[in-house]
């Protein structure tokens, strides 16, 4: 019997699989491992993992990577609305003090 037959459960999801689908932790990037643990806390990296665990673990590291810039992009444009907001209020203000003669 090849391993192509042999089902077993992944450590992580608790799935079957079949054993050609596991992994060894060891050879997963430890920013992966990371999500992968994140995603299944009983799972550590000494363990096997299945290829849908990996893509998963993937998508979280790589989703993460994209969310900084992303909250970084849009903390950017709130400073700039909060800019020009307080440009304006200045000139609102700086009219009113010319109109009331101060």
């Known amino acids: 019997m090849t391993s192509e037959h042999i089902v077993v459960v992944c ?3 608790q799935q079957p699989r079949h054993a050609d ?3 060894s932790g060891k050879l997963i990037p430890p920013e992966v491992a990371v999500q992968i643990a994140h995603q299944h806390p009983d799972w550590s990296p ?7 665990c990996v893509r998963q673990g993937k998508a979280g590291y790589l989703e993460g990577l994209l969310e900084g810039p992303i909250i ?3 903390q950017r444009k709130q ?8 440009q304006n209020d200045y000139r609102v203000n700086l009219k009113e003090s010319w109109k009331s003669g101060i």
Request: overall charge neutral; aromatic content about 4%; glycine content about 0%.
């Open 79 to 86: 400073a700039q609305r909060d800019r020009m907001r307080a």
């Open 72 to 74: 970084l992009f849009s």
């Open 11 to 13: 450590p992580a999801c």
């Open 21 to 23: 689908q596991l992994i």
């Open 46 to 52: 000494d363990q096997c993992v299945c290829e849908v």
